[in-house]
């Protein structure tokens, strides 16, 4: 009975054994092979994999039988990003849209595609879509940050991290983000409070320990950078950037 063999792979996808789901899912195809849902869901149990050329595979099985199932072009978007096949993964989100214009998701997907082919203007575009459908997505406002800060648009990003973390307060990633612009402006010790409200979150944030201590070394605290940079260090030790950096805070601490 395919139906309880699918809604078996599906409780198990969401217990995060994902091993077992591919396989009960495999069971559904066997019973009856033109099952799409079956198709579309061994690709996110494969997604949680990352075997994402599979999940493409199976996306586009699908596909095949129900071609304007806007889930699957969404969801082999997202996996042909991870292969970092951007380009076809914009086309993909398209193609979900051409389907579901409304469909946010799909519009915030397209975003990060874009950044990573350094489309930055039409980043902005798609995350701006995003949010006239959902305002409260602080995930688009966040990167639509990115996407601003790109373009040297830094206090429009300070403004769109602002949203993302009136949306989610402990959204750390955001907190980051907020300082890297602020940077940009000049703005040192908003930036240095930005970073500790990001650690306040998520002691071990390697880059929140970074960015706090390349705004002490532009102020010349070089004792607070080099505090800052020993805990980068604890986080990632192998990091040979950061020895160097410690190093030469230590010089310039020594000359004071």
Not at 151 to 179: F, Q, S
Not at 216 to 245: G, Q, S, T, V
């Amino acid at each position: 009975y395919h139906e309880a063999w699918h809604r078996k792979g599906y409780a198990l996808d969401n217990l995060e054994r994902y091993e077992e789901a591919v396989a009960t899912f495999e069971k559904a195809l066997e019973i009856k092979p033109d099952f799409h849902y079956a198709w579309h869901n061994k690709g996110i149990a494969l997604i949680n994999l990352e075997r994402y050329e599979e999940a493409v595979a199976a996306f586009e099985k699908a596909l095949e039988i129900k071609s304007d199932y806007h889930e699957a072009w969404h969801r082999k978007g997202y996996a042909l990003d991870n292969l970092e096949r951007y380009e076809e993964a914009v086309a993909t989100f398209e193609k979900a849209l051409e389907i579901k214009p409304d469909f946010h998701y799909a519009w915030h997907d397209k975003g990060i595609a874009l950044i990573k082919l350094e489309r930055y203007e039409d980043a902005v575009a798609a995350f701006e879509k995003a949010l006239e459908i959902k305002p409260d997505f602080h995930y688009a406002w966040h990167n639509k940050g990115i996407a601003l800060k790109k373009l040297e648009r830094y206090e429009e990003a300070v403004t769109a991290y602002e949203k993302a973390l009136e949306i989610k307060p402990d959204y750390h990633y955001a907190w980051n983000g907020k300082g890297n612009a602020l940077i940009n402006l000049e703005r040192y010790e908003e930036a240095i409070a930005a970073y500790e409200k990001a650690l306040e979150i998520k002691l071990d944030y390697l880059n929140a320990w970074n960015g706090k201590g390349a705004v002490l070394i532009i102020l010349e605290r070089y004792e607070e950078a080099l505090a800052a940079y020993e805990k980068a260090l604890e986080i990632k030790p192998d990091c040979l950037n950061l020895w160097k950096i410690i190093r030469h805070s230590t010089d310039k601490f020594r000359k004071i």
